[in-house]
């Protein structure tokens, strides 16, 4: 079934190889929101060899975070700017037909300013008006992974109707992430699946991602969810979850 269920604003957290991605994936399809990954984010832009996408691409290679005002950046454009036709998101392709043709109404109603995640400067007040497909609700994937970020993201952007309703933290243990990096090394190229790389964001993630539980749970948003099993029961027990939030 697909078609919104609820109006959701979510924050999935996890480490690399928890399945965030498929799980993003199976969220956007049933809620018809649209999954915004900063990874892919950032894939774009250095494909592209836009200037953002040039300043990322060594911390993205070296399994290092890229720097926040750049993340700041992408995200912000992806909420509010008017490049999110160009996106490729987990969104399916005929979700994500619709959502072009909302994101062009919403274009050109701002002036189809062109602006572009490659644009400078870095938001230093909230916009007044989000994308008009995350006006229902999105899902972050990947974002934020540092307190700063975690903190731009509620000063910045929040108050202009994106506040978050919950944070999704997939627990899975470090042997079976590394277990799963290293299948999809096998089976797809991504800049950054190498062996070392991977146990080098591993380390970020339990440095500079990790601490952001205690800053989501001091204000109630975390919701822990058991990352192990196939995705169907991941994907159920995260329903389950979404369900109670809706329900509230
Ligand atoms: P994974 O979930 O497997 O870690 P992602 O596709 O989310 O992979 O991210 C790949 C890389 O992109 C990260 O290792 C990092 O270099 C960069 N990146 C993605 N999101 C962020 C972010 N919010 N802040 C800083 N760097 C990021």
Redesign the pocket.
């Known amino acids: 079934m697909r078609g919104r269920v609820y109006s959701v604003r979510v924050v999935l957290l ?5 399945g ?2 498929t799980q993003a994936a199976r969220i956007s399809a049933r809620h018809g929101v649209p999954a915004i ?7 774009t832009e250095i494909a592209a060899g836009s200037p953002l996408g040039r300043r ?1 691409e060594s ?2 290679r ?7 005002d ?2 700041l950046d992408l ?1 912000a454009d992806r909420l509010y700017g008017a490049t999110a036709s160009a996106v490729v998101d987990h969104v399916p392709a005929t979700a994500r037909a619709s959502h072009d043709a909302a994101v062009g109404a919403s274009s050109v109603a701002r002036g189809g300013s062109g602006g572009g995640a490659s644009s400078t400067g870095t938001l230093t007040a909230p916009p007044a008006t989000p994308t008009a497909d995350v006006c229902q609700g999105f899902l972050l ?6 307190l700063a ?1 975690a903190e731009a993201f509620d000063a910045r952007f929040a108050c202009a109707g994106c506040a978050l309703d919950v944070v999704l933290d997939l627990d899975v243990d470090e042997d079976t992430v590394l277990e799963r ?1 290293s299948h999809r090394s096998r089976s797809e190229a ?3 699946d190498d062996a070392e790389t991977a146990r080098r ?1 591993l380390k ?2 339990a440095e500079q991602t990790a601490p952001l539980r205690a800053y989501y749970a001091a204000s109630g948003l975390l919701r822990t969810v058991d990352g192990s099993g196939s995705p169907d029961e991941v994907a159920a027990r995260l329903e389950a979850v979404l369900a109670e939030v809706a329900g509230r």
């Open positions: 996890g480490p690399p190889g928890s965030k991605g990954s900063t990874g892919r984010l950032l894939d990322a911390f993205v070296a399994g290092e975070l890229v720097p926040d750049l993340v995200v994937d990947g974002f934020p992974r540092t970020q990096i991504r800049l950054d964001r970020v993630f």
